[in-house]
């Protein structure tokens, strides 16, 4: 079977076209007068009222300018990294705690989530203070 061989199983139904004499005499069942009765009757979609509820999106296809930020924590880096190892984004997507977005390497934060005892270089990252604390405190650098 092909697309030219497909056929719709019901018939198409015909719209209803009202005014054109027969049956129908006169008013044609829209009544006397009134907006509904005239031809291109138009009414204001209530869907209107739903539209300007929503915020204004600057413009088609308007997108923020901030990029998307991974997230690393302090505990995920103890796991994966050796001791005195040096942290940077291309070591963290190397090792997989984070991955490109749309092709790029995208901009690094590391958290205070988790504990470390070990003593890691970190450059490249944006760094929270008590993240900062914790890999000082363990004997690490941040720069």
């Keep these: 079977m092909q697309l030219n061989q497909l056929k719709p199983t019901q018939k198409k139904k015909t719209r ?7 049956k129908r005499g006169t008013y044609s069942g829209r009544g006397v007068k009134g907006q509904k009765a005239r031809a291109g009757a138009r009414f204001q979609p209530v869907i209107r009222e739903l539209i300007k509820k929503y915020p204004k999106l600057r413009g088609y296809r308007f997108k923020s300018n901030q990029d998307k930020v991974a997230i690393v924590g302090v505990g995920m880096i103890d796991k994966v990294f050796e001791d005195k190892n040096k942290i940077n984004p291309q070591a963290l997507l190397d090792k997989g ?24 270089t970190v450059s490249g990252c944006a760094v929270s203070k008590q ?7 363990a004997g690490g650098k941040v720069t």
């Design 16 to 22: 209803k076209r009202i005014g054109r004499g027969g």
């Design 97 to 120: 705690l984070i991955r490109k977005i749309k092709g790029r390497i995208p901009q690094v934060k590391i958290l205070a989530n988790g504990e470390t005892k070990k003593a890691f």
């Design 131 to 137: 993240a900062k604390d914790k890999i000082e405190k």
